[in-house]
């Protein structure tokens, strides 16, 4: 018996703002036993989703309690050696503040670059290094997600997202569980969001005609669908971890589907 009864995938871009209208933000959806299809935003002179148009749809959609499992590829938090080295606590709500008030990414007409450079924010004040990786990132080969300005990077999308997950954990409260921040175990009758990697699917379900963002979106989507279905959702929300490397990926994040 499925866990979930809808799959979210999410292809995400930190171009322009948060009100731009973005081709490579992408959203496809799975139900139990059907194929994923590409769920279009809602009617607006704007074609494409933007992020903050997103985000409200998201939390109006998971607040009518069909337990959804969204994946979303990009990073949900910071390696460790960044709480270090800006002294802060290691606890992600804390982070999830922090990071807002110094990369204010959700407000009108701010770039992820504005920040980055001192347009408007303190990105100074919370910078990182692209050799600090993330314990899931070194494990499943992943570019740091301080690794800005190259192909394949998650930094932008990043920086431009975290703020988001912050409006949607304000939003929704004990509705969803954000994994594995809010524990590791699966909590019946909610909805659980994850951070994913696409590029561990992508050849799986391949998409005919499909743009790359496209394609992406709809893997994670059918996967997440088939791994809920098969049993083996149930071994990616566990991965063999040692106590203290949990400890660390409790406050770092991780991976759905990297299994150590």
């Avoid at 809010?182 to 379900?205: H, N, T």
Wanted: with cysteine; proline share 7%; aromatic share 12%.
């Amino acid at each position: 018996m499925p866990a979930f009864s809808r799959y979210l995938g999410i292809d995400y871009s930190g171009a322009e703002t948060a009100e731009s209208s973005l081709k490579g933000l992408r959203v496809y959806q799975a139900t139990p036993g059907e194929p994923a299809v590409e769920i279009a935003p809602p009617p607006s002179p704007r074609k494409y989703w933007t992020r903050r148009g997103l985000a409200h749809w998201l939390a109006e959609t998971l607040a009518d309690d069909a337990p959804t499992l969204v994946g979303i590829d990009h990073g949900f938090s910071f390696p460790l050696r960044y709480f270090e080295v800006h002294q802060l606590e290691p606890n992600w709500p804390g982070f999830l503040d922090d990071f807002q008030a110094h990369w204010p990414t959700d407000e009108p007409h701010t770039y992820v670059d504005f920040v980055r450079d001192g347009v408007c924010g303190n990105g100074a004040a919370r910078s990182g290094n692209s050799r600090w990786r993330r314990l899931c990132e070194e494990r499943c080969r992943a570019k740091s997600v301080f690794h800005f300005d190259v192909q394949g990077s998650v930094a932008k999308s990043t920086h431009a997202g975290i703020p988001w997950l912050r409006f949607l954990r304000a939003q929704l409260g004990a509705r969803a569980q954000f994994w594995p921040f809010d524990g590791w175990e699966l909590r019946a009758g909610r909805s659980l969001i994850a951070e994913v990697y696409p590029s561990m699917w992508q050849q799986a379900y391949p998409l005919e005609g499909a743009t790359g963002d496209q394609q992406d979106a709809h893997a994670v989507a059918s996967w997440l669908r088939d791994a809920d279905a098969s049993g083996a959702l149930d071994v990616a929300l566990q991965p063999d971890l040692g106590e203290s490397e949990r400890a660390v990926a409790e406050v770092e994040g991780w991976i759905l589907g990297v299994p150590f």
